[in-house]
């Protein structure tokens, strides 16, 4: 097996191709519209799933079976084929990525893919990949489970606190060594805690609080409209596509 290297695609706007229409398929096809991309789903036929995201107009469906030399991954920066059941459509997929120089996953195929996709958990701007490069991603999945109760939901509310916090540090000219600080104060504070415990007003005062040892006087009221305009922000980030 390979050593893969990670990275985060940003596939904004970009055009991605998946083959197949059974669940997984659209399973796949939900990923890459979250993440921004331009999804079009191939199978001459398609499962209520797809049928619906096709109905939310998250995806375009294409009512056609895979075939080297139709040039139907034409123009597509991502390809994900669930086509595992026939080896030989498999290989075919495969075949014309290569020659085209397209970003491939074969699902369940890790040998005749150029990028695999990890389990996932995310929260809000943190995200947590968990990978066994393809060996056994049964094993990753749980693995992610048991992370999920490490990192509660919570986690999306806090970052974006750290994401003010770390505005309003650097526009007073708070140096990189003090945010450095900051931000160890800040991840062992309890200002987490609150958060979990549904206790904002707390989270926000701590924060305030902890500003403030740091020469930063802005009140919650300033960061609740922060919250409030971030919030909004990422709504449209989602709702965009």
Request: glycine share 6%; net charge negative; proline share 3%.
């Amino acid at each position: 097996m390979p050593n893969y290297y990670p990275i985060m695609l940003d596939l904004r706007g970009r055009s991605a191709l998946v083959i197949g229409g059974n669940g997984i398929a659209a399973e796949k096809a939900a990923s890459l519209h979250a993440a921004g991309a331009n999804v079009t789903v191939m199978s001459p036929e398609f499962s209520e799933e797809l049928l619906d995201l096709a109905r939310e107009q998250k995806i375009t469906l294409r009512y056609k079976a895979y075939a080297y030399g139709d040039q139907d991954l034409k123009g597509a920066f991502v390809v994900v084929a669930t086509a595992t059941y026939e080896p030989e459509l498999a290989e075919a997929i495969w075949r014309e990525g290569q020659e085209n120089g397209q970003l491939i996953n074969i699902v369940d195929l890790p040998a005749r893919c150029n990028f695999i996709v990890p389990s996932i958990l995310r929260r809000g701007q943190l995200t947590i990949a968990v990978s066994t490069e393809g060996a056994a991603p049964g094993i990753a999945k749980r693995i992610r489970h048991q992370l999920e109760d490490q990192f509660p939901s919570s986690y999306e509310t806090y970052l974006r606190l750290g994401t003010i916090a770390r505005k309003y540090l650097r526009e007073n000219g708070i140096s990189y060594n003090q945010r450095d600080d900051f931000f160890g104060e800040f991840f062992n504070s309890e200002i987490l805690a609150s958060l979990t415990d549904h206790d904002f007003v707390e989270a926000l005062a701590s924060t305030v609080r902890l500003l403030r040892r740091y020469h930063v006087d802005i009140s919650v009221t300033t960061i609740i409209q922060d919250l409030e305009k971030a919030e909004e922000k990422s709504a449209s980030n989602v709702y965009s596509g």
